[in-house]
């Protein structure tokens, strides 16, 4: 059994910068890939990044590329999302989630999720 505890989220301005936390409580957490998705008001959930738990491999969405970065700490428990270069279009609801693989978060298939953590970026 893995909870998963988001933070990081607020209000920012547009060009700025947050970084999301995901604490997770579990013995096993690093036998998880881990993920970010995120829900905008009227829209489906999105995938947004996900790291293998070795951290060797990344995946982000075409929509974030370049902008945003997906880590893990493994000791602490915790996986993080830097967002930078943020747009109003990032203004969503932001998921943790944690699943068997990388490819299957991808595909939105999450053992378990977190509550989410509003991000809200003005023009």
């Known amino acids: 059994q893995v909870q998963l505890v988001e933070s990081g989220g607020g209000l920012v301005q547009a060009g700025g910068s947050l970084r999301l936390s995901c604490a997770a409580s579990?013995?096993?957490?690093?036998?998880?890939?881990m993920g970010w998705f995120r829900q905008a008001p009227g829209k489906e959930r999105e995938f947004v990044a996900a790291?293998?738990?070795?951290?060797?491999?990344?995946y982000y969405a075409d929509s974030v590329q370049g902008r945003v970065t997906i880590s893990r700490d493994n000791a602490k428990n915790t996986v993080y999302l830097q967002m930078n270069s943020l747009k109003p279009e990032d203004t969503a609801v932001y998921y943790c989630a944690a699943g068997q693989t990388k490819l299957r978060l991808r595909r939105g298939d999450a053992d378990y999720w977190g509550q989410g953590t509003q991000v809200t970026v003005s023009s």
């Open positions: 579990g013995r096993t957490f690093s036998s998880y890939a």
């Open positions: 790291i293998s738990w070795s951290t060797g491999t990344l």
